[in-house]
């Protein structure tokens, strides 16, 4: 980074177009940049943010090949210094202190919903994994290992930036060590579930777990009454199978994981055996594996007539952008029309939509649409988000992407 450059970088803001930064969205498009005064900062560097007349508006950092140029770290005129680093870094490790306490999995760092733009931190025991989405991070992200390891007691950082987006900021994938000592192969948390999870960070998706299901996969220990004793249950989307495993704890007679990775579910077996072999009363055969796609495989089940007392649906992400809207709900109803169908009577079926495209809103329309071409009928138990350790800023709407819904369908 030209230092020099990014301290005489000023962004000059289309008259107009200051109220969603004057309210605090970190968040600047080109569209809304008339000017940049002083030297051409390069990506990265830090340049100040104006109004058309001269007055100040934040700071923070710049890429000219991001449709989202500008991410404001501050709204202050205060510099960026690694005192800054220091302080907002542990200031949003201060907020998981309660649950640290409970569990040795969750989100350390939340991006811009913890006014760290681009910047995701996870913890899983003694590591840190970390994802630098953005060029302003990437190139500050050895300074951001080293003060996690000296805020921290974890052994190691190490970074999973090898997601699709980084190409728009004109980064290469990389998944490496970052700080500090590597992680094993798999790490095994404790999710106060009673029995060990493992994970696999340099592998698995997103960071190696979805951290951000905790609250979902606390329902099980919560013993509620929506889950018979040797229930029937179908897991799609699996992935390492959590959701069946907290199921079988909770007294579930029968688990499907089903998932189009063969590595996922060979992984998902190998934690059920790893529990049964540490003292765990469940037995192997209560677990099946079945790889394919699940579009077709619900199809297949309801023109089997199969029934389960729960179905848990919990895909990938099918809308990226504004414009795939209508595609992923497309899919998103056909997966729980058919869901709805191959539920018992008095059955739950657990939802999910984890597009930030898709609003909470929305998607209840969509499985309401789903429901009435099922010809069933549900209620809804519970209204499902992710947990405490993914805070959602008030200004960043957009930071609320996983949106849940416990039904239960007659």
């Known amino acids: 980074m030209t230092q020099q450059a990014s301290a005489q970088a000023r962004i000059s ?30 990506p990265g560097d830090l340049v100040t943010v104006e109004t058309h007349t001269g007055m100040f508006l934040g700071r923070g950092y710049w890429n000219a090949r991001s449709q989202i140029q500008v991410r404001l770290l501050t709204w202050d005129d205060e510099a960026i210094d690694d005192a800054w680093w220091t302080r907002m870094l542990a200031r949003a490790i201060s ?28 913890r899983y025991g003694d590591w ?14 050895e300074l951001i290992a080293r003060l996690l390891l000296d805020l921290t007691d974890a052994k190691g950082v190490y970074e999973r930036s090898d997601v699709d987006v980084r190409a728009k900021e004109g980064l290469r994938e990389i998944n490496a060590n970052l700080a500090g000592d590597a992680p094993p192969n798999v790490i095994w948390i404790d999710e106060g579930a009673g029995f060990p999870m493992g994970v696999d960070v340099r592998k698995g998706h997103k960071t190696g777990y979805y951290l951000d299901q905790a609250p979902s996969r606390g ?27 907290h199921a079988i704890e909770a007294g579930a ?61 919990d895909p990938p992400k099918f809308a990226h952008s504004s414009a795939q809207v209508e595609r992923a709900a497309r899919g998103y109803k056909d997966l729980n029309l058919h869901s709805f169908k191959l539920i018992k ?6 939802t999910y939509s984890c597009s930030g495209a898709i609003t909470r809103d929305l998607f209840q329309k969509i499985v309401f649409g789903a429901l009435a071409d099922s010809g069933r009928d549900a209620q809804i138990v519970r209204q499902l988000s992710a947990g405490e350790d993914h805070p959602i800023a008030l200004t ?14 007659y």
Request: one cysteine or more; hydrophobic letters at 40%; proline letters at 4%.
């Open 13 to 42: 803001i289309e008259r107009g177009r200051e109220k969603p930064i004057l309210n605090r969205h970190p968040w600047i498009f080109s569209g809304a940049i008339v000017e940049m005064r002083g030297a051409t900062p390069d």
């Open 219 to 245: 329902l099980f220990k919560a013993g509620l009454s929506w889950l018979p004793p040797d229930a029937r249950v179908l897991n799609l989307f699996s992935y390492t199978g959590s959701f069946g495993l």
């Open 345 to 350: 009577s008095g059955g739950c079926l657990l």
């Open 95 to 122: 907020g998981r202190r309660a649950i640290a306490g409970t569990r040795d999995a969750y989100r350390l760092i939340n991006a811009e919903n913890d006014f760290l733009p681009g910047l995701i931190v996870d």
């Open 128 to 141: 840190l994994v970390l994802q630098a989405l953005t060029m302003g991070i990437d190139v500050r992200k």
């Open 253 to 313: 007679g029968q688990v499907i994981n089903f998932d189009a990775s063969r590595d996922a579910l060979e992984f998902s077996e190998r934690i059920a055996e790893r529990a049964i072999a540490g003292g765990k009363s469940w037995r192997a055969d209560q677990f099946e594996y079945i790889q394919g796609d699940a579009f077709d495989f619900v199809r297949d089940q309801t023109a089997e007539g199969q029934q389960y007392d729960l179905v848990i649906c």
């Open 396 to 409: 960043f709407p957009e930071g609320e992407y996983l949106k849940g819904l416990l039904l239960r369908v």
